[in-house]
């Protein structure tokens, strides 16, 4: 499920924002970089783009879902201002796969596995321009229409077109423990108290009026509530 098939890997670069050559590129880069494998990962970096971690505080477990991965790569390409911002080959910033050949696969191959997924793309109907901004399951659902199957990316759910990152779980636990700590403490002042018992005793005479108004005989149906008492023991 990690190996993410080229066709795929171009409908989400289109997606996060690439286009033209630059889509191309993107996907060149992405199989010298991880090989199309969306686990792929080192000490540092994580998969299709090889995001680092640290330098752009994501975690793997986002990086190695592909929509994020690819708006994050998309992302860093904007603010560097292009693929080899050092202008030297190999050692490219923000991305040394650019330009390099890698066992098995030349640079110049690459960038043909780029323009054979882009073309694909279009060759089944898929315009680039309408894939730009989508969310991956919408990109799944778009794809699978032309009979490529890329279901099963979004590990850990579908992230927004907008390239919002999934929240740590921990974070939303520490949240929920601190709205109950809040809550403990809400409840536990007396002034509050004072002011459940008081909405609880005016619940009661709301009640108790009514059943009067309706009977005019509220001794009858709540034996020795008397509710002049209920009202003055509110004030």
Known sequence: MSQVSPECVAGYAAAAGFTGNDLITAVAVAKQESGFRS???????????????????????????????????????????????????PNCNPWQGYGVNQPGSSWASALKTGQNAVASLI????????????????????LKSKGLDCVGMAVLGDPSAGGNPIGNPLNSAAAMIQAFNRMGSWITNPD???????????????????????????????????????IKAIK
């Open 39 to 89: 686990d792929a990962a080192n000490s540092c970096c994580v998969g299709l783009w090889q995001i680092n971690l640290k330098a752009h505080g994501v975690t793997a477990a986002q990086m190695k879902i592909p929509m994020l991965n690819a708006q994050t790569a998309y992302k860093i390409f904007k603010e560097s201002g292009g693929w080899c911002t050092s202008g030297h080959v």
């Open 123 to 142: 060759a089944k109907g898929i315009a680039m321009d309408v894939l730009t901004g989508k969310s991956s399951s919408d990109v799944q659902v778009i």
């Open 192 to 230: 509050n108290l004072m002011r459940i018992v008081k909405v609880a005793l005016g619940g009661i005479v709301l009640v108790v009026g009514t059943a009067a108004l309706m009977d005019k005989e509220v001794g009858s149906m709540v034996p020795g509530v008397n509710p002049a008492k209920l």
